[in-house]
């Protein structure tokens, strides 16, 4: 192995939210991080939704009432020109 060429190696830790949460091995002293399994809905069990702009309100404004039971209009389709 050549000498003086590899990263040296820290035990990092890492933060979330300012609480240190882990140990890791890396080549960073420490990081920082959003979301971690601890904070994520997918391991914690907990269901969150996030509704930054009002997409599910327009999503649900949008497909209401009877928009599925629309019968909508054949579309034309015009004649192929091939000289």
């Given amino acids: 192995m050549k000498s003086k060429i590899h990263p040296k190696y820290f035990d990092c830790k890492v933060f979330h939210n300012g609480v240190q949460v882990m ?10 991080v959003e979301v971690w399994s601890g904070s994520h809905p997918f391991f914690t069990g907990q269901k ?29 389709v015009l004649p192929r020109n091939d000289d």
């Fill in 23 to 32: 140990t890791v091995g890396a080549t960073i002293p420490e990081m920082h």
């Fill in 48 to 76: 969150v939704l996030i509704d930054s702009a009002g997409r599910i309100e327009k999503f649900q404004q949008k497909f209401k009432g009877d928009y599925f039971n629309k019968k909508s209009e054949p579309k034309k």
